[in-house]
């Protein structure tokens, strides 16, 4: 029912910037919750950020620890893009980045929790 295609990912030095798109189809997402999330060789995948909307239509991102400060996820509802723009990035950051639509306007750091997933686009920050 919804499709989506990650791109922007690539080989970067540590300490430079990315920004990764999410491009959708398929149906609209305005009202759904959008994330990224991150997946390194031998790891299970941990939650990077969402973005999402109240029922008062104000927009709310969260991330996690690990990229606060670092890492801005945004959307463009026009183009059904969501995007995630990484800074100061490091050796750590290294993995295939998903971004992830949740069918529900209630945000979650839980993978499981989301109904739709891109292939992934793979990001590689060397030392």
């Known amino acids: 029912q919804v499709q989506l295609v990650e791109s922007g990912g690539g080989l970067v030095q540590a300490g430079g910037s990315l920004r990764l798109s999410c491009a959708a189809s398929?149906?609209?997402?305005?009202?759904?919750?959008m994330g990224w999330f991150r997946q390194a060789p031998g790891k299970e995948r941990e939650f990077v950020a969402v973005?999402?909307?109240?029922?008062?239509?104000?927009?709310?991102?969260y991330y996690a620890d690990s990229v606060k400060g670092r890492f801005t996820i945004s959307r463009d509802n026009a183009k059904n893009t969501v995007y995630l723009q990484m800074s100061s990035l490091k050796p750590e950051d290294t993995a295939v980045y998903y971004c992830?639509?949740?069918?529900?306007?209630?945000?979650?750091?839980?993978?499981?929790?989301?109904?739709?997933w891109g292939q992934g686009t793979q990001v590689t920050v060397s030392s």
């Open positions: 992830a639509v949740r069918a529900y306007q209630v945000a979650t750091m839980d993978p499981y929790s989301y109904d739709y």
């Open positions: 398929g149906r609209t997402f305005s009202s759904y919750a």
């Open positions: 973005l999402t909307r109240s029922g008062g239509g104000n927009t709310y991102t």
